[in-house]
């Protein structure tokens, strides 16, 4: 492994980040999901792996491999995410949650492809998928946890209220109206919110982010 001397901020801690998009299936052809690279997640679990923590990372379909030295395990639907994540949790010292989970999945996935009809109108009936954030941050003995929040308004107040509502130690909003950061591209910025205070990271590379942003989650889990 490639390791510079010196900074390893979260060596011999135990993190798990979830990363990518999630498949919610339809029929055995189709399925619903969103434009999640998984870029960010993935940069999180190389730069977490650097830092000198034993990095689990649970990642939908994406088109990234895994970074040198970290447990990957592939999932596509939300609960299947759920079901990775519950099953490792018990060691985690940080939880990272940077998927970008499908909130709600068809009700039923039709046995065989759904065919057109003459009608001009279908309707999918949706069900809400677990949060699987919020029910790690739920735990009786819950590790570190830090959000993501994706808005496209009232950023500071939508990723506060993520904060509060799903009981976070931390949380990073991206603007994703902004074009060149967020969604699929190399480059983002972040506005870091905790309890007590806040932070923002401006655009840079997405690894260069994720080096920063484990740095202040290193030493938000040392005060903690
Ligand atoms: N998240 C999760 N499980 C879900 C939905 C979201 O773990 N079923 C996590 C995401 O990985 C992210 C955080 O929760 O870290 C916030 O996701 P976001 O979609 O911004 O928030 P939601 O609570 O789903 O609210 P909304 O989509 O309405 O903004
Ligand atoms: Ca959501």
Redesign the pocket.
Known sequence: LIQSAGKRPLQGLCVMI?AGPTREAIDPVRYLSNHSSGKMGYALAQAAVEAGAKVTLVSGPVSLDAPLGCERVLIQT?QQ??NAVTERIAKTDIF????????YRPSLCEEQKIKKTDKDKLTLTLV?????????AALSHPPFT??????TQQVKQ?AQH?LV??KLDM?AANDVSKQNIGFNSDMNALNVYWATGETSLPITDKLNLARQLLELVAAKYKEK
């Open positions: 979830t939300a995410m759920h990272i949650g940077c998927a970008a989970v499908s909130d809400k998928n677990p949060d699987i954030l919020g029910d790690v830090l959000g993501f929040a994706a808005e939508y993520k509502n799903k949380i």
